[in-house]
């Protein structure tokens, strides 16, 4: 119908971390130009396609671009790393969703990123350096054959602190470990923008209180629209319940019930479970049916 | 004036006493597939009810009309065969004659005010408005005006209802129109909203590709706030005027324990995977739903009745209404209503949630609920619901949705310094204008959760100040009842128009 519609958005880079996590860099100027720290977009990668948001882990206003950071996970991640090549494109994109971080007057600050929150940090990381504070990055993987943009890290932050679940790169631990010895370290730090899977962001809420350095997590629940119109990602913070696509997604960690957001993340797992199934046994299908044929 | 060329008066016994039904498919069929339940009039149907029209001087049906559309005169050209006619007349007022055909609540607005009302059924206005509009569809009619460019930019935020109604206008007044919306399709509610059984996405799309005919873009994708702001829209991107209508969005919730569990949604959620995204036809498309088999919706408006269907049509093997008041006060359409009673929708009137329970692994397992009698009247003039102490009971539920309301949406509000009202819904003047000049608004985002025709009623409104505001001639005016008033024009110039002139002249 519109230009958009029928065009889409074009791949016009890719880079793959891992077996699961990869990068693409998918042309839209005005998106590039509008985008700030801590926002997210909603794509489609097909015509049947879902919509799933992913957070910006880059953008580039000279080159037109926006950078996201795929874990390949369900059926529609997996597919996209089958399908998503340079030059294919995607059916939708749409966005910067969300209220964009506030980088405040903070002059020391913790960016700690866990697996694929990694890539969402950086802008932040970027921000907060740009404004002049003292960044302090804390990347945590399962291992060193999972990590990804350590340099461009080590070339935004003031300090680097790498952890590995099993010790093959940086220190051996979890991110919280990294955050200990960075507070015993700094006695002066102001905030912390912790990004990753909840159970990490809770953690980090965790280790922070004590010392009541201000917190910020950014949340990705389920949600359809991303504008506020259909409640599926609401979340519980204090004593009210908040939307995480518009008066979201960066949330006071110290006031999210992360067990409240776990569970609601599992709200489709049945039928998000039958449908990697269901693609698992296509993609063998077609491997199958890949091989040349003898007789007929 | 037509008027003339009547045949003699007509008179309450001259005309078939029985409103002509229209075709339906059968409940206990149609309670499982997604295909229009109302299959409308065939041409001899609509043959025998335009003949209920009394044709009487008063047409209380066009004042009871949002829009003003010509009843009596396009009743007439049915009557006379004249189809084209028919649908001439209603476009001239109303583009979407398919859609408001099928979601207006005819039943008080036009049919509520007909004068065969006051004696029998009245005249199914509705009815024989969607069946021109079909027709219109399958003959591939479609009036596009000689438009005049004006070289005016009109920005309109939103592809719903008002929007649509908005651009046409702009777009018939000559004005560039491109249309914003955030979804990857247009239409707004019409879309993601009203399910296909009421309101199939192709008659959508029909009307849509008729917009486009008139020359309206179509971008979809596009945040408006987010990707640009309204402020940059005005001084950045060269739109000489702008419409807002976002509509209201954000839904309500009541805030008692137990909505965060799973199997607990908002009728919007279930309505948007369902309808926009497909998920009825998982996993040939991708988003998923996990269909209740124990649903109770709360409400029982619009949005609770197509809920409720829908999730009878997902294959639920009992489906409940809650609603804190008696049916006459339900603010369902009658039509939905009596449809909903025939597919086998369980209502509990007078009866209100205090609790939704959990089953020990975070799912909702049934709703607690409290009897509700009426009391005095509230301020919308409704008896008010009053809780009966130790009236509580549990419904079995394994799905609940909330079908109570929205809030407006924050987006503009946040990104724009657009005055809102202390509910957060844009602030307008009578011309609904903004406080921003060259800004406008209507629909739901200015008057929170209304109707289609409504919201699409405020969109001509919002143009019709529009073109004021650009200096451009109102068309209605000029191209409307020329033949009709020739005195009301000296030298061939409207009278309207004296005086007129044109305050800004584009580039």
Request: aromatic share 6%; hydrophobic share 40%.
């Amino acid at each position: 119908m519109n230009q958009a519609r029928v065009a889409g958005y074009e791949v016009v880079a890719r880079q793959d971390f891992s077996d699961v996590t990869f990068l693409l860099e998918v042309q839209h100027p005005q998106l590039a130009r509008a985008a700030r720290p801590g926002q997210f977009v909603i794509i489609m990668a097909s015509e049947h396609g879902e919509r799933i948001p992913l957070t910006i882990a880059d953008y580039d206003c000279a080159r037109g671009t926006v950078t996201l950071v795929i874990q390949a996970v369900g059926k529609t991640t997996r597919e996209m790393q089958r399908d998503c090549r340079v030059g294919t494109r995607l059916v939708a994109l749409v966005g910067p969703m969300g209220v964009p971080s506030h980088i405040g007057q903070a002059r020391k600050v913790l960016c700690v990123g866990g697996g694929l929150g990694v890539a969402p940090v950086y802008p932040q990381a970027r921000g907060y350096k740009e404004s002049g504070a003292y960044v302090i990055g804390i990347l945590g993987f399962r291992n060193r054959e999972l990590m990804f943009w350590e340099d461009k890290f080590r070339a935004t932050c003031d300090e680097l602190i790498v952890c590995t679940d099993d010790g093959s790169a940086g220190i051996k631990g979890l991110v919280t470990e990294g955050i200990r010895l960075a507070i015993t370290q700094h006695r002066d730090i102001d905030e912390c923008v912790a990004i990753g899977p909840p159970v990490m962001m809770k953690g980090c809420a965790e280790a922070t209180r004590s010392s009541g350095i201000r917190t910020i997590v950014s949340l990705n629940p389920v949600m359809v629209d991303g504008t506020g119109m259909c409640g599926g990602c609401r979340v519980k913070v204090g004593e009210t319940v908040r939307f995480a696509c518009v008066d979201g997604p960066d949330f006071d960690g110290h006031l999210v019930d992360f067990d409240d957001l776990m569970f609601r993340l599992q709200r489709y797992r049945a039928t998000e479970l039958a449908a990697t199934e269901r693609f698992n046994e296509s993609c063998r299908m077609r491997n199958l049916t890949a091989q040349p044929v003898v007789a007929e | 004036m037509p008027g003339d060329a009547r045949p003699k008066k007509k008179t309450i016994r001259m005309i078939p006493q029985a409103r002509t039904p229209a075709h339906e498919q059968d409940p206990t069929e149609r309670a499982c597939n997604f295909d229009e339940v109302n299959l409308g009039y065939l041409v001899e149907d609509a043959q025998l009810e335009a003949e209920r029209c009394l044709m009487c001087p008063e047409q209380p049906c066009v004042a009871g009309c949002p829009v003003g559309i010509a009843i009596p005169d396009f009743i007439q050209r049915i009557t006379a065969r004249d189809y084209r006619g028919a649908y001439d007349v209603i476009t001239a007022t109303n583009l979407l004659p398919a859609v408001c055909g099928r979601v207006c609540p005819q039943e008080t607005q036009c049919e509520g005010s007909c004068t065969v009302g006051d004696t029998l059924e009245p005249v199914a206005i509705g009815r024989l408005e969607r069946w021109v509009g079909d027709l219109a569809i399958r003959e591939r009619w479609s009036n596009v005006p000689y438009i005049q460019p004006s070289g005016f930019k009109v920005g309109i935020v939103g592809s719903g209802p008002a929007g649509m109604a908005c651009a046409a206008d702009m777009a018939k007044a000559g004005c560039e129109v491109t249309v914003f919306e955030a979804f990857h399709e247009p239409g707004g509610v019409l879309k993601y909203g009203i399910p296909d059984f009421r309101l199939p996405n192709k008659v959508v799309d029909a009307e849509i590709s008729k917009l486009e005919a008139l020359g309206i873009r179509f971008e979809c994708n596009t945040l408006v706030g987010r990707l640009f702001t309204i402020e940059q829209m005005v001084e950045e991107m060269g739109f000489h005027a702008v419409f807002v209508g976002t509509g209201a969005g954000y839904p309500s919730f009541m805030g008692i324990p137990g909505e965060s569990l799973n199997g607990v949604l908002s009728a919007n959620e279930l309505l948007t995977r369902c309808n926009l995204m497909h998920a009825r036809e998982f996993p040939d498309y991708d988003t998923p739903l996990q269909p209740g088999q124990r649903v109770v919706v709360i409400g029982a408006g619009n949005t609770a009745m197509d809920a409720l269907r829908v999730s009878r049509r997902l294959g639920a093997e009992s489906v409940r209404c809650l609603y804190r008041r008696s049916r006459a006060e339900a603010p369902a359409r009658a039509e939905e209503l009596h449809h909903a009673e025939e597919e086998g929708i369980e209502f509990h009137w007078l009866a209100s949630p205090v609790e939704l329970l959990d089953d020990g692994k975070r799912n909702v397992c049934a709703v607690r609920c409290i009897r509700m009698t009426l009391g005095e009247p509230d301020a919308s003039g409704r008896r008010r619901p009053v809780p009966e102490a130790g009236s509580e009971f549990e419904i079995e539920a394994d799905m609940v949705v909330y079908a109570i309301g929205t809030n407006a949406n924050p987006i503009i509000g946040q990104t724009s310094k657009l005055k809102l009202d202390p509910r957060g819904y844009i602030a307008t003047d009578a011309s609904l204008a903004t406080s921003i000049p060259g800004v406008f608004a209507g629909g739901d985002i200015v008057t929170g959760a209304a109707t289609v025709i409504e919201a699409m009623g405020a969109g001509r409104r919002a143009a019709r100040a529009m073109k004021a505001f650009l200096g451009l001639r109102d068309t209605d005016h000029l191209y409307g009842d020329a033949a009709a008033e020739p005195r009301s024009r000296m030298f061939g110039i409207d009278r309207a128009e004296r005086g007129f002139a044109r305050v800004r002249v584009p580039r």
